[in-house]
């Protein structure tokens, strides 16, 4: 391309007058096309100029949106669990205002202004229009409104906002199902411009961050309205021309019942573990707790840094353990695993082994032990469950082998989304062949399928699956999705969400159920069970399944020794059970992390759930029209927009 | 010939200026439209210092890009084009693999602490490369060269254009092809690509054009049938202008501005800001303004020593014109918009950069004349 050999002559006084040429064109051209523009600002600014005039002074009319009420939040019955309260604000507009620091001076010296705010302040008045009021100090007490309002007939220029913000009466033990609002930033105001939202968000102030605020935060949020007021040439409102009311929100019914909620976080104060209850017969989500647990109404105004460092502590409340914690499921999934043992004829209820405290492979050294030391004798299934015995179910996982086992686990959830109507939620393992190639690119290991015989080895699982799963037994394999929300009230009155079934679990006999319900009840109401003792005297008859989860391996010849080893690693203690027995109405999960034993530790708190959801019925306050199929609604809704 | 360097014999003491490699009479000129800028900013920011300072900033940062650019001298820039072309164009090839994606576009690569646009750079790169191809011929340029330039200017052009960034594209395009016009491009040429411009741009119509910039032609060419979509930036920026009648409405006093009816005040429409409060006669002033600063350097374009320089420096100057015209013709409905800022008078500090360097460059050509002694 570039030749070395250029042609030996040039002409530089040729070229040079040939580019003085050009340049001389150029300019022409240059001066040709200024002219072309001044004429047409000629014609637009002179010629036209009473036409645009006259358009620029009709240019008064300002539309100023109005933010919708946030919907609020009700337990199932009817007790609020977020509401708005009205919050008084000092607010100032700059351009009122001759001399800014000595305002702020004489608003100091009444009130208690801490230097945050004050440096907040002030960053922001220069960023804003000068005419815009910007706030001060928020959340005043009442003490605070009355001792200023005194002042502020010499204060122009300062006045005090009253606007609404979240409230949640019952703070911490709600804060992961329920969420938060939290102010709009810049990151939200991306996504809301990114989804073509800004026009509904154009007045909002916050938006619901977490839990349930988050994921009906269109629901909740209505639709603004706006005013249509027309300025002066300075933009100051003259008067007001026309209003449109905004859509508020619409309030929610949560299926959540705040008894059981505040009951189980009572119960688990200190430790770190949750609880999550659901009615089997449509999957309600009864109660879902997880602790630790923090104030959600410490996020409504904007967190401090100190708080927020707090938070972060290494119990991690900020963590939802009942869909993001992932635990090893231990003896809770024994049932499913004699389930699945029954389903592929691996066994029958007469089926029973000689347990001598371990299990072996065949041509391997290494022994699997058994919870109890000197074994459990002769077990058949409802003993093997009844006492938790582990060496049944090592001879049972070995016998199904890893593949039959993930496929048929696969089928009650373990290793999926719950698809619970919340953002936050963990897969968890269920592991299977193809998973250890590609997660460790090791094959699968008949060792590795005798440990998942007791919920052990690489399986995780959520509080919620183990739930979920616990609720398809009770239900003999109906199964429904995880549903927070009950109804919403809105213009169209209240709609009732309908339970969201998914395809039932069809087993080749039917009488398996029947069977695995059994061991169960044993474990509850046969002396011996692991949980006879915490749930003698309960005026209904439950079912349940303990489990004690491992969390560091002790070697074949060693003892557990709950006291020589660190809190951290001290077993997991579980329950999963149901009740009443005959009618389930509740199914319900309990993990408590480095507790001990489940039968103890765990087992007590699921009965304290049960005595107050079953014993003591609340009054329902049943809202009057009722509609119950949302999807009609839902369309009913869009004509009607559509119409206006 | 009636350059300096006729002058044999004369021992002239170097001036101030050529040491320091600036020229005064430009500087002058780029200084009044800086001004021009810091004081309509201020206005269109709605009486925002703290924007004012930022432009500020800005305007420091590229005089300082200035006259690091003026201190090459026209060799060095002509060893280095082709390097610095394939490293645009790699750069351009690199934005569009993992560009940042700002405003629904990927113009930008993340440098970590900066984030860097090589776009702006190629504004630059290109007419130095095609200038430094061309005039490795003599000239008037031949048809095979100018074709090969042509391609040149095609390949940088294509990738600005699938950021995608139409008024980039359109200036580094401008760029190359002044940079082929100076060189004595033949008129032939020129006239059959006018004629040819018909064809292709029903074809960019339908094959290229995304569907927000044809969007954009049909609001130019009828900006009332879409008054609260599109349409909505010239009707009010019109009504901006037309209001501001010839002597203006007065500093700080435009309506439409003060009250946020024009859209992007600060930026692409500062110009519809400017006419609004000073008028017409505003309006008159900023254009001789810039009037004067293009006859400047045409003047030192032609009085160069080598075709090089007079090409390039003829190049990027025409091209500083096509963004005045492009932007004042798009405010004021006579072209579509597409995104070009008032050059130097747009509240933002990388076009301001690239644009100050491109006059440090044309600084640089004329203070590194050499004279014999």
């Known amino acids: ?644 | 010939m009636q350059t300096n360097n006729t002058k044999v014999g004369l021992a002239k003491p170097e001036p101030l200026s050529h040491k320091v490699h600036l020229d005064f009479p430009l500087l002058l000129g780029l200084m009044a439209l800086m001004l021009v800028s810091l004081v309509v900013v201020y206005s269109a920011s709605g009486e925002n210092i703290a924007m004012v300072k930022r432009q500020a900033l800005n305007i420091f940062l590229s005089f300082v890009a200035m006259v690091i650019a003026a201190q090459f001298s026209p060799t060095f820039l002509r060893r280095w084009a082709f390097s610095f072309f394939i490293v645009g164009v790699g750069l351009l090839v690199a934005t569009l693999l993992f560009g940042h994606v700002g405003k629904g576009a990927q113009r930008w690569i993340d440098l970590g602490v900066a984030k860097f646009q090589p776009s702006e750079a190629m504004k630059l790169i290109l007419p130095i490369m095609i200038a430094h191809y061309i005039t490795s011929y003599s000239l008037p340029a031949k048809l095979k060269n100018v074709s090969v330039g042509a391609l040149l200017i095609a390949i940088p052009v294509f990738l600005i254009y699938r950021q995608p960034d139409l008024g980039t594209s359109i200036l580094v395009a401008s760029a190359g092809v002044f940079a082929l016009f100076l060189a004595g491009m033949s008129w032939k040429v020129i006239s059959s690509l006018f004629i040819s411009i018909i064809p292709f741009s029903l074809m960019m119509w339908y094959f290229f054009l995304h569907e927000y910039q044809r969007s954009r032609v049909l609001t130019f060419l009828n900006p009332e049938s879409d008054p609260l979509g599109s349409g909505y930036h010239i009707i009010q920026s019109k009504i901006a202008i037309g209001s501001g009648g010839l002597e203006g409405k007065g500093w700080l006093n435009g309506t439409q501005s003060q009250l946020e009816f024009l859209p992007e005040r600060h930026t692409d429409f500062i110009f519809s800001v400017l006419s609004e409060e000073f008028g017409l006669i505003g309006v008159i002033v900023l254009l001789s303004i810039y009037l004067f600063v293009i006859a400047r350097c045409l003047y030192i374009a032609n009085n160069a020593q080598e075709p090089f320089s007079k090409v390039l420096s003829g190049a990027i100057t025409l091209t500083f014109f096509v963004y005045l015209f492009v932007n004042i013709g798009m405010v004021s409905g006579l072209l579509p918009v597409v995104g070009v800022p008032l050059p130097l008078v747009s509240y933002g500090g990388t076009s301001m950069i690239t644009l100050m360097s491109g006059f440090g460059i044309i600084m640089g050509i004329h203070t590194h004349r050499q004279f014999n002694r």
Not at chain 1, 293 to 320: E, T
Not at chain 1, 383 to 404: E, H, P, Q
Request: net charge positive; charged share 25%; with cysteine.
């Open chain 1, 1 to 644: 391309m570039f030749s070395r050999n250029r042609p030996p002559i040039r002409n530089p006084a040729a070229e040079n007058a040939l580019f003085k040429r050009r340049a001389i064109i150029a300019f022409a051209g240059v001066i040709v096309l200024l002219f072309l523009l001044i004429s047409n600002l000629y014609n637009i600014q002179v010629n036209s100029y009473e036409t645009y005039k006259t358009q620029a002074n009709g240019n008064r009319i300002k539309v100023i949106p109005i933010a919708p009420n946030r919907g609020l939040i009700y337990d199932r019955n009817g007790i609020v669990l977020a509401e708005n309260k009205p919050n008084y604000s000092l607010e100032l507009i700059p351009e009122e205002i001759k001399n800014l620091p000595d305002t702020i001076n004489k608003i100091a010296a009444i009130l208690e202004l801490t230097a945050d705010e004050k440096d907040n302040f002030l960053s922001t008045v220069n960023k804003q229009r000068r005419f815009k009021s910007i706030t001060l100090k928020s959340r005043l007490t009442p003490t605070e409104v009355a001792q200023i309002s005194v002042y502020l007939h010499a204060l122009p220029g300062v006045s005090i906002e009253a606007r609404l913000r979240r409230f949640y009466p019952y703070g911490e033990s709600l804060t992961h199902t329920l969420g938060y609002v939290a102010r709009l930033n810049k990151k939200d105001q991306e996504k809301i411009t990114r989804d073509g939202e800004d026009a509904i968000y154009k007045a909002t102030r916050d938006i619901g961050r977490l839990g349930i605020e988050k994921y009906y935060q269109k629901l909740l949020h209505g639709l603004p309205g706006y005013k249509e007021i027309e300025v002066n040439n300075r933009g100051r409102v003259v008067r007001v021309l026309n209003e449109v009311l905004p859509i508020h929100g619409e309030d929610l019914y949560l299926n959540l019942d705040i008894r059981l909620q505040e009951k189980a976080y009572k119960e688990l104060a200190g430790r770190r573990g949750a609880v999550v209850a659901v009615d089997p017969n449509n999957g309600a989500v009864l109660a879902m707790v997880s602790s630790p647990s923090y104030d959600p109404n410490l996020f409504v105004h904007g967190i401090s840094r100190d708080n927020y460092k707090k938070l972060l502590s290494k119990d991690k409340p900020l963590i939802n353990r009942a869909t993001m914690g992932t635990y090893p499921p231990a003896s809770t999934i024994k049932q499913l695993m004699g389930l699945a043992a029954l389903e592929a004829h691996v066994i029958d209820e007469h089926t029973t082994i000689s347990d001598p405290g371990w299990y072996k492979l065949p041509n391997v050294e290494r022994k699997f032990r058994d919870h109890l030391a000197w074994g459990h004798g002769v077990v058949d299934i409802f003993r093997a469950m009844k006492k938790s015995c582990d060496t049944y179910f090592y001879d049972v996982a070995n016998k199904l082998g890893i593949d039959r086992i993930s496929e048929f686990m696969d089928k009650f959830g373990f290793g999926h989304y719950s698809g619970i109507d919340i953002h936050e939620e963990k897969r968890a393992i269920m592991p299977s062949r193809q998973w250890k190639r590609d997660r460790h690119n090791q094959p699968w290991y008949a060792g590795d399928t005798i440990s998942l015989g007791i919920g052990q080895s690489y399986w995780t699982t959520t509080p919620i699956q183990l739930v979920d799963a616990t609720a398809i037994v009770a239900a003999s394999g109906k199964r429904f999705t995880p549903q927070i929300l009950g109804a919403s009230l809105g213009n169209n009155g209240l709609l009732q969400l309908p339970a969201n079934d998914k395809p039932s679990i069809v087993l080749t006999n039917d009488a398996h159920w029947g069977i695995v319900q059994k061991g169960m009840h044993q474990v509850v109401n046969s002396p011996g069970g692991t949980a006879y003792r915490v749930f003698k005297g309960a005026k209904y008859v439950s079912a349940g399944k303990t489990g004690t989860a491992q969390l560091i391996s002790i070697a074949e010849d060693e003892e557990y020794d709950a006291d020589k080893i660190n809190e951290r690693h001290r077993d997991n203690a579980m329950y999963v059970g149901y009740a009443p027995f005959d009618n389930p109405q509740i199914a319900i999960t309990v993990v408590v992390e480095n507790a001990g034993g489940g039968g103890s530790r765990a087992a007590p708190l699921a009965r304290k759930i049960f005595d107050v959801y079953l014993n003591d019925k609340p009054k329902t306050k049943q809202p009057e029209k009722i509609v119950t199929n949302i999807a009609m609604a839902q369309s009913d809704r869009e004509v009607k927009n559509a119409n206006e």
